[in-house]
Structures are given as C-alpha cells and as structure tokens.
C-alpha cells in the first residue's frame, strides 16, 4: 500500500542520520524508472535488524485477526498476475514475479496462469477501479475508512490463519499512472503479498517507506525477505523471539553486503 508524504523536517532529519550509516551506494539497477534513486549496498547488523522488526509486524489495514506474530507462507508459493486496465503491463509484471523468483529462492515461487488456484493474485487495474476493487472486497464503510485514513494508490490484503501461516494474497496494482507508479506499486505491493505487512517512513533504505518511489526489488529489501524466508524464522514468532535469532541468522546468510543472486532450486 503506498500513500506519498511530503515536508515532515523531524523525519526527514532522522532519515538522512541513518542514510550516512550504510554504505556502498550504486545506480538504480537497469530496468528501474528515470530518475529512481540509489541504492546502498552493505548494512550492519542493527541496521537490517530494525528494519526487519518494523516491517514485518503491524499493518495499515487490519481488517480482523490477531494484531501481534510474524505472518509468512509456510509452503511454495503460486501467484498469478491478472486483470488488466487500459495499459497493458503483463510482461512488466512478469518480470517483476520473475526477479522475486530468482532472487529470493527460499520463496519456491511459481507463476501460474489461467484458472489455475493461486497463493498470490496480483490485479492489474486503472487508477479509477481501485476504490470500487476494494469496496466488492471489504465493504463500503473499511473501505472508506481506510481510504480517508490512507489515500492508497496500490493495496494488498493477505489472509492469515491463526499460526500465522499466510493462505491467500491480493494485491491491485496500478497500471495507468506511469512507470514509476506502476513499478513501485509492484515491488512495493509483493513485498506486503509475501508477509512483510507494514511500513516505516524512518528508513530510508526499504521501498516501504511510504515517502519514497523506487520501482526495483533493492537490496535490503531482498535482504529482510530472505530472513522472512528463512527456516528459522517461522509464523507466529513474537517480536521479541525474532529479535533474538536475527544477529545469528544475518550473520549465517551474509545479508549485510551484497548477496549473489542464486538460482532457485
């Protein structure tokens, strides 16, 4: 879910205090809007710890269920990319699922088509079908609710069991806004799909910070995906049970610097 925020001095001065930690600064990768801003490379323990405690727990849409525990797949992953809209995205998608794919193997993501059942349902629409897709989905008053409180341009809602164990996501992805909107919406939206729920408008690194575009799966979001995905790290963990695996877990998976895009297994 993305909602574009501007001239908040406290938060923007926070921001810049941690952008100085990280280090190894590159281009966009290829692919990536005009204009879409640098990604840091290399990040200390803490660094992708806090990040990690503050994405993974909490939401902007709470519908119903326990607020507290880690949500997560605990099988391989379907997902199907759909719908439509008067620009036509599909391969763009594609080669979004595709990256998350490669990149995050531990995710077993397969890409299926037609009317096969998917874990993930990823609907491309126009900007104007948005609120009436989230009305036949929850209902006019969360809707507008969530709307007022919000003003999304992209949402996701993922349905969870009581373990936390995550059974069914949704995502509605922009497709008529530009490359920007409709990269963003579908890196940031897969990022909520797969159990990192929440946002955090003090880091400057994630793509879920609500007052950045990015439009590419950077590396410290690759990064705290890969520990979601990690079989230590498992639903309905409380934060304080993951905090203590983290530095361990971080350390095993070499996440601090760039990772070698494995091939999935």
Not at 217 to 224: E, G, I
Not at 247 to 264: E, H, N, R, Y
Request: aromatic share 6%.
């Amino acid at each position: 879910m993305m909602k574009r925020l501007f001239g908040v001095c406290v938060i923007l001065i926070s921001m810049m205090a941690l952008a100085l930690a990280a280090s190894g600064r590159r281009q966009a990768p290829a692919g990536s809007f005009a204009g879409a801003p640098a990604e840091y490379t290399q990040f200390s323990i803490g660094e992708i710890s806090r990040g990690f405690l503050a994405l993974a727990y909490g939401s902007d849409l709470r519908v119903a269920g326990r607020p507290h525990g880690l949500h997560r797949f605990t099988r391989p992953v379907s997902i199907r990319a759909g719908g439509g809209g008067s620009v036509d995205r599909t391969e763009s998608m594609r080669r979004v699922l595709d990256e998350y794919a490669r990149k995050i193997p531990n995710l077993h993501l397969n890409i299926v088509t037609g009317t096969e059942p998917a874990d993930v349902e990823v609907l491309l629409i126009d900007e104007k079908a948005l609120e009436t897709a989230l009305r036949a989905s929850y209902g006019a008053r969360v809707t507008q609710t969530f709307v007022t409180r919000t003003d999304p341009e992209c949402v996701t809602s993922v349905k969870s069991n009581a373990d936390g164990e995550i059974v069914h996501s949704l995502s509605y992805v922009i497709v008529d806004k530009g490359d920007e909107v409709f990269l963003d919406c579908a890196y940031h939206e897969l990022l909520h799909a797969f159990g990192l729920s929440n946002h955090d408008q003090r880091n400057p690194w994630t793509t879920l910070n609500q007052n950045r575009m990015v439009g590419y799966l950077s590396v410290y979001d690759r990064a705290l995906l890969t520990l979601l995905y990690d079989p230590r790290v498992r639903p309905g963990m409380t934060p304080r049970q993951v905090r203590r695996l983290l530095p361990d877990v971080i350390k095993d998976l070499g996440v601090t610097a760039p990772m070698t895009a494995p091939t999935p297994g």
